[in-house]
């Protein structure tokens, strides 16, 4: 509200809540005010959404292990309990077991998409579970799974990443026996994708009111890249400029593929 009285053209939000805010993102849209939401997007049909593809995220995760081995027992590691972006991923996974024959979901644990927390909860189920071929996840616990097979002397199954600089760290180093996986999660950049669309708006474009953005993906082949370009402690980003993200509203006004995360080189 106050930023409405001080005039601006246009609000970007994260919001922490898709309703909480809508009287205000209201008032702003009668101002004359342009809002994008992103992230934590928001219900008020005035404002603009740009939200990350999290059951895609799910699916990706089961396409690549169905292009890897003809099913498998998995074990799934989910993120915070009645948190929507858990939901969306869950989705995505159990679609994607659908989708590909001979893939069961033999566990399932919380591990708050924390490396701590997947590594003690993946320890505590692992005495119950049979040999596990694959782990699905949901970001920053693929390491923690890695240590709790490793502390169990079981010997470590497909992991999928997610971004973060220990995992890709962890799987670099397994290269050398020949390891392979893949590895995907938001960017932080994704705020700058908003302020862009913010200004595509303001000047005169025509952009949906909903737009999705894909997730970060490191294969294998891109995997010395992104490691180098992932801060320690940190998380994998991409810097996306202008251009970029008026080709990424131009494919999805015309149902085209969306054009690949920018990169340095």
């Known amino acids: 509200q106050n930023l409405i009285l001080q005039g ?13 805010l809508n009287g205000a993102i209201k008032q702003a849209c009668d101002a004359g005010i342009v809002v994008v939401s992103f992230d934590g997007i928001v219900t ?29 027992k998995l074990l799934e590691i989910r993120g915070l309990a ?35 927390v997947a590594q003690r909860e993946v320890a505590g189920i692992l005495p119950t579970l049979p040999e596990i071929d ?13 240590q709790a097979f490793q502390a169990a002397g079981r010997k470590v199954p497909l992991i999928i990443m997610g971004n973060r600089y220990e995992e890709l760290k962890w799987w670099k180093e397994q290269t050398a026996s020949g390891y392979e996986t893949m590895s995907l999660s938001i960017a932080p950049g994704l705020a700058q994708v908003a302020f862009w669309v913010a200004q595509q708006i303001l000047a005169g474009k025509d952009v949906p009111k909903d737009l999705r953005l894909p997730t970060v993906v490191v294969e294998q082949a891109k995997l010395d890249y ?26 999805i006004v015309g149902g085209k593929d969306l054009p690949a995360t920018p990169t340095e080189g």
């Open 8 to 20: 601006y053209d246009a609000i970007v939000i994260n919001a922490a809540s898709p309703n909480a």
């Open 44 to 72: 008020e049909p005035c404002a603009w959404r740009i939200a990350i593809d999290f059951e895609g995220m799910g699916k990706t995760q089961m396409d690549y292990l169905a292009g890897r081995m003809k099913g498998g």
């Open 82 to 116: 009645g948190v929507f972006v858990d939901d969306e991923i869950h989705k995505g996974i159990e679609a994607g077991v659908k989708a590909h024959s001979g893939f069961s979901i033999a566990g399932s644990v919380h591990g708050d998409w924390t490396q701590t």
């Open 134 to 146: 694959a782990v699905v996840t949901q970001g920053g616990d693929g390491y923690g799974a890695a």
């Open 226 to 251: 992104w490691l180098a370009h992932t801060p320690e402690g940190g998380v994998t980003n991409a810097t996306y400029p202008q251009d970029w993200t008026v080709k990424l509203i131009d494919a």
